[in-house]
């Protein structure tokens, strides 16, 4: 039975963990994420959660300490943004290596400097090839749906991998939405216990964790890893699935908006996607086929599905909400491109740098680079494939 | 608390024989007897700073370890054992654990005194009911031999070489054990291998057993970086303690004991000689750096017995 509730994204992510109730979450406040460990600390203080919580002296510390708990046999998690995810970048490649199953709240915030608090997706880019599987949102009901369905998929057998769980700054986590929750028994029911099969704590074997590892076997270490990230599309469809029994909203590895008999595709990440669904709305009524595909998994990145899903279309624009600082353009667009080329299409693409540090994005924006995929299609020619949106020169 | 010296070193070893220590290493010493000071049938979850107990204990896919172990990184020691206690914590209030555990962390000087530092404070300042254990051999030795904070004045390491214009390192060594004592822990203490061991060995299991965050603070000599006769590793620790360069004390719930006051306090030479990181102090015209050395020894020793006599 849902209940409807007017929440912030942080707050959200906050009930959904209080709905877990974790074993242990150890916390720095970090602007926009501060709210997360906030809300919960009052759950604990009021104990409506049994999680041992503890309030660190830094994010290098909050990872660390999540890395012991979850190494130890508890579920555990923390909570970051931006400076904070840099801060722990070692510690996520090791949570990564030692295949722990924990989880991280991550609202998107530029990295620094300048020193800037608002959305942009930098510190989680740069954490793109730590070993972690990131899921994005592009409003508060994604964020907490996807949070209530974090530990099913890093936990899983097959996985065992430690899971972003992402939201836009501000954008999402501060504004308040109309969402569904679901309730407390049944979120508990489809998360389930936590069952680790070798763990510090087991009394009956005692186990070593960390350990130093040369030339012989560091190689097939990381295999290993590789080896779990390739069970993570289908873990995530079939929890998709499940998840879809409980609360009627289905999730996929990304969602194609109106792609149906798209001609011109916009491919982002996060809220911004909601700007451009207006955008489309309003183009698909003067008979322009436009469609969006925005990505929900990006780690690992599920390219033959994105081609697939992008066949047919003649002209691509993809959005990095992040510099990649190669001369010709950002993350996402480099992996979209990549794809694309494997599946040898032959759409034309091109790669816009957009909203950095919060810069707005308006439907007015979205709107301008359909018109320009329409134009580079007639053209035949991509031109600067490499574009910013938005920018004052 | 009674000590037998043939009863407590007849215990189980729990740091197994095999792994890649340098032989004489005080390191190694240091950790086998902490853990003497566990009882025996009680667990324990070991975590390790970065440094050479961790790379030669536990090169894939080997453990010297007995007991439950985890190493992360250099400088999350400290942090990484407050998660894991929190996870007992947590278990235990959900019903899913019914053992006891300790919790005890080894790092060198380099994990401890610097890299490591904010993270070590931060579980003291937490009062996470485990020990830290700092094998202090006053120097990053893993790396081959460079300065730290540990490192006392005037020794020549690699990045405070001794030259033409260089005398070793310029800077005293700085106090962690009053550091952490200024946490107001329940219990920290400061030890060495000395005698039968009694002092570590009281200490260690004082600090296992002591509800809350303890610290320990080990002299370990290294004598690769310390350039000494590696047999004579006993006889360098008590010239440490004799020349009250190396005190033994102990802060607990605030309250300052000294264990030992030498009869009569030898002079800082004694401890220096045998030591090729020290050879330039006795070279002719540099008599002033061992009375400087002398000096800094006096003064420290000095504010330690203020301490000690007000409790």
Not at chain 1, 78 to 95: D, F, N, Q, R, V
Not at chain 2, 16 to 34: E, F, K, Q, S, W
Not at chain 2, 70 to 81: P, Q, R, S, V, W
Request: aromatic fraction near 10%; hydrophobic fraction near 40%.
């Amino acid at each position: 039975m849902a209940k409807r509730d007017r929440l912030s994204g942080n707050e959200a992510i906050a009930i959904a963990l209080r709905q877990i109730n974790p074993d242990v979450f150890p916390a720095f406040p970090i602007t926009p994420s501060t709210e997360i460990p906030q809300y919960f600390a009052s759950f604990v203080a009021n104990g409506q959660v049994d999680t041992e919580f503890i309030p660190v002296e830094s994010e290098h510390s909050s990872m660390s300490a999540a890395i012991g708990a979850s190494a130890a046999g508890a579920r555990s998690l923390t909570a970051t943004s931006s400076c904070g995810l840099a801060y722990m970048w070692e510690e996520l490649y090791i949570a990564a290596s030692n295949r722990l199953p924990l989880a991280l709240a991550l609202v998107n915030r530029a990295l620094s400097g300048p020193i800037n608090i608002n959305c942009d997706h930098s510190d989680s880019m740069g954490a793109r090839d730590a070993g972690w599987i990131q899921i994005y949102a592009e409003n508060n009901q994604e964020a907490y749906d996807n949070m209530v369905q974090a530990y099913r998929i890093a936990e899983h057998e097959s996985v065992r991998l430690p899971i972003m769980i992402c939201q836009d700054g501000f954008i999402t986590s501060h504004a308040v939405e109309n969402m569904e929750l679901l309730e407390d028994e049944e979120v508990k029911k489809f998360v389930g216990e936590y069952q680790p099969e070798n763990y510090l704590l087991n009394p009956e074997c005692p186990m070593a964790v960390g350990p130093y590892s040369i030339t012989d076997y560091y190689m097939e270490a990381k295999r290993s890893q590789a080896e779990g990230m390739r069970h993570v599309e289908e873990v995530v469809l079939n929890v998709a699935e499940e998840f879809a029994g409980i609360s009627g909203r289905e999730y996929g590895l990304f969602e194609a908006y109106r792609m149906e008999d798209a001609e011109y595709a916009v491919v982002m990440i996060g809220s911004a996607a909601g700007t451009t669904k207006d955008a489309i709305d309003k183009l698909r009524e003067q008979g322009e086929k436009v469609g969006l595909l925005k990505i929900r998994l990006y780690r690992p990145f599920p390219a033959e599905a994105i081609a697939q899903a992008l066949k047919g279309v003649k002209a691509v624009a993809v959005m990095d909400r992040a510099e990649g600082y190669t001369n010709h353009g950002g993350p996402l667009g480099a992996d979209v491109m990549a794809a694309l080329y494997r599946a040898r299409s032959q759409a034309l693409a091109v790669n816009y740098i957009y909203g950095l540090g919060g810069r707005d994005v308006r439907v007015e924006d979205m709107e301008g680079i359909f018109a320009t995929l329409k134009q580079i299609a007639a053209d035949g020619d991509a031109g600067e494939t490499y574009r910013y949106l938005g920018i004052r020169e | 608390m009674s000590y037998n010296f043939k009863e407590t070193m007849s215990k189980p070893e729990r740091l197994a024989p095999g792994h890649r220590m340098c032989a004489g290493c005080g390191g190694t010493i240091a950790v086998r007897n902490v853990l003497r000071g566990l009882h025996e049938g009680d667990k324990a979850v070991i975590g390790n700073a970065t440094g050479c107990l961790e790379v030669s204990t536990f090169t894939y896919p080997y453990t010297a370890w007995e007991d439950s172990y985890i190493h992360n990184a250099f400088e999350n020691a400290g942090a990484t054992l407050s998660g894991v206690e929190g996870a007992y914590r947590a278990l235990k209030r959900k019903g899913k654990l019914d053992e006891t555990y300790k919790f005890i962390t080894f790092g060198g000087d380099g994990g401890t005194y610097d890299i490591g530092f904010q993270s070590l404070s931060g579980a003291m300042e937490r009062n996470t009911d485990m020990v830290y254990v700092c094998y202090d051999n006053g120097a990053y030795m893993n790396t081959g031999i460079q300065r730290s904070s540990a490192t006392p004045m005037y020794a020549d390491t690699t990045t405070t070489p001794v030259g033409s214009v260089s005398n070793g390192k310029p800077q005293n060594r700085k106090d962690l054990a009053a550091i952490i004592a200024a946490h107001d822990v329940p219990y920290v203490a400061q030890t060495t291998f000395i005698g039968n061991f009694k002092d570590l060995h009281v200490k260690s299991e004082k600090a296992i057993y002591t509800p809350g965050a303890a610290f320990l603070n080990i002299m370990a000599p290294c004598p690769r970086g310390w350039r000494y006769n590696t047999p004579d590793i006993m006889e360098i620790c008590k010239l440490g303690v004799e020349t009250c360069y190396w005190p033994l004390f102990e802060v607990e719930e605030g309250k300052w004991i000294l264990n030992y006051e030498p009869k009569k306090k030898l002079p800082i030479e004694d401890f220096l000689k045998p030591q090729g990181r020290f050879k330039h102090l006795f070279k002719k015209g540099n008599e002033y750096l061992i009375e400087e050395f002398q000096k800094e020894v006096d003064r420290r020793w000095e504010e330690l017995q203020f301490r000690c006599s007000r409790g």
